[in-house]
Structures are given as structure tokens and as C-alpha cells.
């Protein structure tokens, strides 16, 4: 099995508390009709503070798509390599030591990617091999684990990366005035997170396995969630329905995925989620049937750093992984995303 012997989350330097990016909101977009409803979908979110790729003052002269790209890849660059040598660190390895890095990121645009463009700096091989995914937003933490697992599943003796980046705050578009872009304003924040796993063959003594994995790509919901690309960027594609697709779907997944390792929900003592809002971990707890804790973790992500689209997931795994679980305990890590979809990954500590 994959074991995942480090995670290591980055937060921007620049903190600030979910009323004072309400105002700096307000004060870029200029939509002062909207200014109540905006508040009150601030407040609604259940997000205290946020952290930001840049100071909030700077927001206000991003005035198009370019300088906000430019903005991600310069911050990017920054954040993700100080994701992935402090992953290494906390593992005990040297990034001549890593085989293969994945990467992913939904908030901005890089040719070359983000892991290309740390590859040199922070000293990866030459020859290491690298697979940059785009375009799975939230769900790509989890499904990012899975895919590497599967790699490692080939390559036992090797040591795989993944890298996430995240800037959302950078998304932001002034003229957009739907009540997407307010919910999105509400929500995301801004973050990196690098997680080094190992082949069987390089199995620790203790730690976390990945067991396995299934994915879910769901019918008829391609307008769920995502991105509209324009010129002014990147605009924000998202369902009031999303809520309404979980109960609709997740619970059979779960169970499903579960019971095929022989496993039914209430074996599972860990739940790494992706903190997806709270419409959406309401729905998760009630279409699980989960005990009022189950999500302590991901509720408290996400009031103390809102929903880091794929990073979210990761953070809540570190969180997880600081609890200490016993040996033989069973979690299950789970995102949803664009497409509209779900990845379900089953981990076992030992």
C-alpha cells in the first residue's frame, strides 16, 4: 500500500477577518445595492478569517486577468515551494529523493506548471517525472491522493509528491455581479499543501495508509460547478443544486465503496471532507447519518480558513493526522468537484 508520511499546509502571510473582506469586496466590485445581501452571505458562510496570496489593499489594482495571473504564478511559485521542502523536511528526505510530482490548481494559469517552475530552485532531479492536473478544482486533493497512490502501486520503491495551489482570492472579478461570484466572496481562501507518499516498498513503521480509491463522475450536472472563461477572467460556476446532488448521490457511493472492503459507515472513526460550505457539510452529515463530531474538523477549517478548494481537503488530513488516530483505525477522505464529481479515498492508520 501507499503510505503518506507528511503533509505540510502553507497559509499566506496576510490574515484578516471575514468582515474586513467583506468590505474590501464591497469596495471593488461597487455593487452597493447588493451591499446587505453580500454582508449577511459573509456572516451566513460561518468563515471567521481568511488568509490572501496578497495585502488587501493590492486587490484594487488588479485591474485585469493578466495582472491577476501574474499575481498567482509569482505567488504560486513562492508558496508551493515552501509547500514541498517542508513536506521533504518533515519527512526526513531531500528533493533529490522524489521520483514523481503531481500538481494541481484551479486558480490560475502556468505554462510551465507551478511543480516546473520550483523543480530547479528547490533542487528535484532532473529526470524527475512530472504530472500537472488542471481543471478538478475542489476535488483534487482527494483526487490527487488517489492518483498517486495508483502510481506508487506500479513504482513501490519510488517517493511521489503532491503539490496543490490554491490562490483563490485572485479569482475575483469586479464586474461580476451574480450571486456565484458573492457566495464565492464569501468562501475561499487562499493556501498551498504538499503531501509526500511512499510506495510499499518503502513502507514506515507507523503511519497512514492509502487503501484505495473510487471515483464518481455525476450525470446530467456539468453546470454544477466550475469556471465560465471570458475576458475578464475566470467567473465562477456555481449550482444552488450542489447540496441537493450530495444527498442525491454521495450516501450510495459511500456505502457502496465501503461495503466492497467489507466496511459500513459506522466503521469509519476519521472523516477527512472537504469543507465545501455549510449548505454542503450539512448535507454530508445528514445523507451519512454521521454522529454530531464526525466533521469537528472540517467546520473548523473552515471558519479558520474557509473553503482552499483542492488544498481544503489536505489541511483537514493534516489536522486529522495530528489527532493521533490508533492503529488499525479506518478514515475515509472525501471531495467533490467540477464535473460535477466525487472522489472517495479509504485510509487506514498503522
Not at 469586496?25 to 459573509?42: N, S, Y
Not at 456565484?180 to 497512514?208: E, Q
Not at 456505502?255 to 472537504?274: E, K, N, Q
Not at 451519512?288 to 463530531?293: G, M, Q, S, Y
Request: charged share 20%.
Amino acid at each position: 500500500m501507499t503510505s503518506i508520511i507528511a503533509v505540510q499546509p502553507v497559509l499566506p502571510e496576510h490574515r484578516y477577518q471575514q468582515d474586513e473582506i467583506t468590505e474590501a469586496f464591497l469596495d471593488v466590485v461597487g455593487d452597493w445595492p447588493a451591499a446587505e445581501r453580500v454582508r449577511r452571505l459573509h456572516v451566513n458562510s460561518k468563515v471567521q478569517t481568511r488568509h490572501l496570496a496578497l495585502p488587501i489593499e493590492d486587490y484594487a489594482g488588479l485591474r485585469d486577468f493578466g495582472a491577476a495571473n501574474d499575481a498567482f504564478i509569482e505567488q504560486a511559485t513562492l508558496l508551493g515551494a515552501q509547500a514541498v521542502t517542508g513536506a521533504l523536511a518533515q519527512a526526513g528526505l531531500q528533493p533529490s529523493d522524489v521520483d514523481v510530482i503531481f500538481s494541481t490548481t484551479v486558480t490560475g494559469l502556468a505554462v510551465p506548471s507551478i511543480e516546473a517552475r520550483i523543480a530547479e530552485h528547490i533542487g528535484l532531479r532532473p529526470d524527475v517525472k512530472r504530472v500537472p492536473m488542471f481543471g478538478l478544482g475542489c476535488v483534487a486533493g482527494a483526487a490527487g491522493i488517489a492518483r498517486l497512490h495508483e502510481y506508487l502501486r506500479g513504482a513501490p520503491t519510488e517517493v511521489g509528491v503532491l503539490l496543490s495551489v490554491e490562490l483563490c482570492s485572485l479569482t475575483m472579478r469586479r464586474n461580476d455581479r451574480t450571486n456565484a461570484n458573492f457566495v464565492a466572496s464569501s468562501l475561499f481562501g487562499d493556501a498551498a499543501t504538499a503531501v509526500v507518499a511512499v510506495g510499499s516498498d518503502r513502507r514506515p513503521p507507523s503511519g497512514v495508509e492509502v487503501i484505495d480509491s473510487r471515483s464518481h463522475l455525476y450525470p446530467d450536472s456539468l453546470r454544477a460547478m466550475g469556471w465560465d472563461v471570458s475576458a475578464d477572467g475566470l467567473g465562477i460556476v456555481l449550482d444552488p443544486a450542489v447540496p441537493s446532488i450530495v444527498r442525491r448521490y454521495l450516501g450510495e457511493d459511500v456505502r457502496g465503496f465501503l461495503g466492497g472492503h467489507g466496511l459500513d459507515v459506522a466503521d469509519i472513526t476519521h472523516w477527512v471532507c472537504h469543507p465545501g460550505g455549510p449548505k454542503v457539510i450539512v448535507a454530508i452529515e445528514e445523507t451519512l447519518e454521521l454522529p454530531p463530531d464526525a466533521l469537528e474538523l472540517t467546520w473548523r477549517s473552515l471558519a479558520a480558513v474557509g473553503n482552499l478548494s483542492s488544498s481544503s481537503v489536505l489541511h483537514v488530513l493534516r489536522d486529522t493526522i495530528d489527532k493521533y488516530p490508533p492503529s488499525g483505525a479506518a478514515g475515509l477522505l472525501m471531495a467533490m468537484g467540477p464535473g460535477f464529481c466525487a472522489e472517495l479515498v479509504l485510509l487506514r492508520w498503522h
